[in-house]
């Protein structure tokens, strides 16, 4: 009796063990996927639209540069954001993979709003997809593998004329009573009328379409800042003709050691921002600007430069360009040149500046009105060079002449001023020692 208890409890024990271990690992199961769960959302950080700057409250989502799933180290660039002044990166605040894309390509964003999703992660070479296994050569098909008689090598329609005999010619009689059924069956069949196809439109001569395209949010803002200055400015403009020849001359003479020794091109732009730095210790009143009932008078010169870029012109500046020689001139201008044309400048290069230099000589203008840069005083225009008869010391020459011009605000500067700071331009540029001896 006793042995049967023992058994039973046995048998019920060992019934009841699979059920236990069953309920066990369900538990183990749904806590580890928990764990995983809980573990992901702590990973995965929301990365919001910067702060661009005071004056810029929105921006235009121009380009997602990563997707859904692609992966990214810390500081790798994920969208590009547009804005009126600038183009702005987001990077990537840590290294993994992108999980979500929170707003569209041409959507408006602002400050602190919530852009996308990544998931902290070591970004590895095996991370990245691995290539398609090479595909297998199929052995030979059971139809190759079996002997090919002679029937299968010929065509299909020489083998059905093997296996049909010939039909028999017709006899002559025969021929007869088929043509007289054919041509009456053509009398009695009536005649169908050709159907008149519509006429084909005459081709327009020359192309009548058009093509809108939405502005960007830089182009819109440039076109409000010239119109704003048209509206506010009182613009005038004064030319003069300044003979190159000493300035290129000396530039052929020296531009190899610069090139060699600093690593930089000499270029004219340096030359004329030098001289228009000193004619503005002359001329403060050009370095000046309007604020309210009030006129600022500057120390400093802040230069700024005119770039021509595919969304705009920008005008970076060049900070205390009084202080600087030609080399750091043009070294400063070649580097804010690059930042402009692969679209990297900060709103720290372009705020501020306090004259203006725009340079339409690359381009082949030969006369020009720029506009002023508010609250900017004056603007000084480059043109190109062309060779032109002048009158040198009686007699009629060939000299590479380039004609400047000086576009300034006549609230702020007179008539005087004005000729008299351009003067001192060309009088520096005709000869460029006087730049060494001025003080």
Same mark, same amino acid.
């Given at each position: 009796m006793l042995s049967k208890r023992i058994i039973a409890v046995a048998r019920g024990r060992s019934l009841l063990r699979p059920q236990h271990l069953q309920d066990a690992s369900k538990v183990l199961i749904r806590s580890r996927i928990a764990q995983f769960h809980?573990?992901?959302?702590?990973?995965? &950080?929301?990365?919001?639209?910067?702060?661009?700057?005071? @004056?810029?409250?929105?921006?235009?989502?121009? *380009?997602?540069?990563?997707?859904?799933?692609?992966?990214?180290?810390?500081?790798?660039?994920?969208?590009?954001? &547009?804005?009126?002044?600038?183009?702005?990166?987001?990077?990537? *605040?840590?290294?993994?993979?992108?999980?979500?894309?929170?707003?569209? &390509?041409?959507? *408006?964003?602002?400050?602190?709003?919530?852009?996308?999703?990544?998931?902290?992660?070591?970004?590895?070479?095996?991370?990245?997809?691995?290539?398609?296994?090479?595909?297998?050569?199929?052995?030979?098909?059971? *139809?190759?593998?079996?002997?090919?008689?002679?029937?299968?090598? &010929?065509? @299909?329609?020489?083998?059905?004329?093997?296996?049909?005999?010939?039909?028999?010619?017709?006899?002559? @009689?025969?021929?007869k009573e088929l043509k007289v059924e054919k041509e009456s069956s053509k009398e009695k069949a009536p005649k169908k009328e050709k159907e008149s196809a519509p006429a084909a439109p005459k081709p327009a001569v020359g192309s009548r379409n058009e093509t809108r395209v939405k502005m960007n949010r830089m182009r819109l803002r440039i076109a409000e800042r010239l119109k704003q200055s048209q509206n506010a400015a009182a613009s005038l403009t004064t030319f003069n003709e300044i003979d190159m020849s000493a300035l290129i001359n000396m530039r052929k003479k020296y531009k190899d050691a610069v090139q060699k020794e600093h690593d930089v091109k000499l270029g004219f732009m340096s030359f004329f921002a030098k001289a228009s730095v000193l004619a503005l210790k002359e001329i403060p009143a050009a370095n000046a600007s309007i604020e309210g009932e009030e006129i600022v008078y500057r120390d400093y010169v802040d230069l700024s430069v005119a770039v021509a870029t595919p969304k705009g012109l920008v005008t970076p500046v060049v900070r205390n360009a009084e202080a600087m020689g030609l080399v750091d001139i043009e070294k400063e201008v070649a580097a804010l040149g690059k930042k402009a044309r692969d679209g990297k400048l900060g709103l720290e290069d372009m705020a501020g500046g306090t004259f203006t230099i725009s340079n339409g000589g690359v381009f082949g203008s030969l006369y020009g009105t720029p506009i002023i840069n508010l609250p900017q005083a004056a603007v000084l225009g480059m043109h190109t060079i062309k060779e032109r008869p002048v009158v040198v010391d009686g007699q009629i020459v060939i000299r590479p002449i380039m004609v400047v011009a000086l576009t300034y605000d006549h609230r702020l500067m007179d008539g005087r001023e004005a000729v008299t700071f351009l003067v001192k331009v060309k009088e520096y540029l005709e000869d460029p020692a006087k730049m060494l001896l001025a003080v």
């Open positions: 809980s573990s992901r959302l702590l990973q995965a &950080e929301t990365v919001k639209v910067p702060q661009m700057a005071e @004056s810029i409250t929105e921006g235009t989502l121009k *380009t997602w540069t990563k997707q859904v799933g692609d992966t990214v180290e810390v500081d790798e660039e994920v969208a590009t954001i &547009e804005t009126d002044k600038i183009d702005v990166s987001v990077n990537a *605040t840590k290294a993994g993979t992108i999980v979500k894309l929170l707003a569209n &390509e041409e959507d *408006t964003v602002v400050p602190g709003q919530d852009l996308f999703v990544i998931e902290e992660g070591e970004v590895s070479q095996s991370s990245t997809p691995a290539p398609p296994p090479p595909k297998e050569e199929k052995g030979p098909s059971e *139809t190759e593998s079996k002997p090919k008689t002679k029937d299968a090598e &010929e065509p @299909s329609d020489q083998q059905t004329d093997k296996k049909l005999p010939p039909p028999p010619k017709p006899s002559d @009689s025969t021929k």
